[in-house]
């Protein structure tokens, strides 16, 4: 799962990142608003951390051009303005969720996770796709029942598929949300990652459709 932290306090920024990197997340981020509205309406993101009182450009305007321009990735407002009419005009600026400051980091994974969830259209934070079961909250995957030890790698990929169910993820997909820009984003350290999970989970979950991707079998 792939995420933008949009924040210029580089306090909260870290301390963020690092919650959400422990979730399984892959993060990145930026500090003012310009960059933010280029980089979310270039970009495939599962979740949109913003901040409002951002520099150069607000959150809230980045907010409703994201919106207008068809971004329909889901974000949560992270900000100091706690007014009850500030957040209404968030949420109707397209926002999905919001978070005052100061806030509870097991809060803010809570609602994250929620925010991944329903857009899979997935409404439990425990999958189930055939014979596998996946825990999101626990990073967590079992087969029939029985633990199956994943890395954070194996483990965001099998995620990421069951949250995608219904269609095939092309290998350049799949690579923008496991890997971030300084790490390798090689086709074939993909493959061998596929090739890890499938001797740990056996044939029939993994599927391949050649020239197009990956996909799980008892899902598509």
């Known amino acids: ?4 932290i949009v924040e210029d306090d580089d306090r909260i920024a870290r301390d963020v990142t690092r919650a959400l990197q422990s979730s399984g997340f892959r993060v990145e981020h930026v500090t003012d608003g310009e960059t933010a509205w280029f980089q979310g309406g270039t970009e495939a993101y599962d979740l949109i951390v913003l901040d409002l009182g951002l520099p150069h450009l607000d959150g809230l305007s980045v907010l409703k051009r994201w919106r207008a321009e068809g ?6 407002i992270l900000t100091a303005r706690g007014a009850w009419t500030e957040r209404v005009e968030g949420i109707d600026a397209g926002a999905d969720d919001y978070l005052p400051k100061p806030f509870r980091m097991e809060e ?4 994250a996770r929620a925010l991944v969830r329903r857009t899979g259209g997935q409404a439990s934070s425990h999958q189930a796709v ?3 079961s996946i825990d999101m909250n626990r990073m967590s995957i079992a087969l029939d029942g029985v633990p199956v030890g994943v890395t954070p790698l194996e483990f965001r990929l099998i995620a990421y598929l069951a949250l995608h ?25 993909l493959e061998a990652i596929v090739v890890r999970i499938r001797r740990k989970l056996g ?4 599927g ?7 996909f799980l079998e008892e899902a598509v």
């Not at 799962?1 to 933008?4: E, I």
């Not at 044939?203 to 993994?206: R, S």
């Not at 391949?208 to 990956?214: A, L």
């Open 1 to 4: 799962m792939r995420a933008l």
């Open 71 to 76: 971004v329909a990735s889901p974000v949560l």
């Open 108 to 111: 803010l994974l809570a609602r």
């Open 130 to 132: 055939g014979r596998l």
């Open 165 to 189: 169910r219904d269609r095939v993820l092309s290998p350049t997909e799949l690579l923008d949300h496991l890997y971030g820009d300084e790490d390798s984003r090689e086709t074939n350290a």
């Open 203 to 206: 044939p029939g979950i993994v």
């Open 208 to 214: 391949t459709k050649r020239g197009f991707g990956y």
